[in-house]
């Protein structure tokens, strides 16, 4: 039987709260009062207040973000310019390369040129080779008797006549 007892305590205890509404709201109330008061007297006390601390948390964000933006403007001016730069010495270089590849095809036709030039000359030279070997080889076949002086042999042994002229008649003396 204790324990219907107890369960008449409790259920009268909890009864007892449960038949003065008034006054357990009236606690309630008092401990919240009590805990907003305190929260205003320690805002009071240290001066701050989440307001004024996301207020100013915001404005330095906001200026670092600023700070940040023009940097990254600077940067980006920077990048332009060296971009620029990149392409015009790559633009001088292309030049530069193609007056290479002009000047190198304009020597590879002079080579060409030349080339067949020696070519040419070579085979004339060797023609005039041949024909020399061939009027040796005829001058040592054919006797010496038969063969008639050069100009060159018949001009001494003329005693300064020309070959085939006439002579000239002697002078009077008077």
Avoid: C
Wanted: glycine share 6%.
């Amino acid at each position: 039987m204790m324990e219907f007892i107890s369960r008449d305590a409790r259920a009268s205890g909890i009864a007892h709260i449960g038949a003065q509404p008034i006054a357990l709201a009236a606690a309630t109330l008092v401990v919240i009062l009590v805990g907003v008061g305190s929260i205003v007297l320690w805002r009071a006390y240290t001066g701050t207040s989440p307001e004024q601390d996301r207020t100013t948390s915001t404005r330095q964000l906001q200026a670092r973000t600023a700070q940040a933006s023009e940097q990254l403007v600077e940067k980006t001016r920077g990048l332009e310019v060296s971009q620029q730069e990149s392409i015009d010495q790559l633009q001088v270089v292309q030049d530069q390369l193609l007056t290479v590849k002009r000047l190198l095809t304009a020597q590879q036709n002079d080579t060409k040129r030349l080339s067949e030039q020696v070519q040419s000359l070579t085979g004339a030279v060797d023609g005039l080779r041949q024909s020399f070997a061939s009027v040796q080889s005829a001058e040592v076949s054919s006797p010496p008797s038969t063969r008639k002086p050069s100009i060159r042999q018949r001009a001494p042994a003329a005693s300064g006549r020309l070959v085939g002229a006439h002579p000239k008649p002697p002078k009077s003396p008077g």
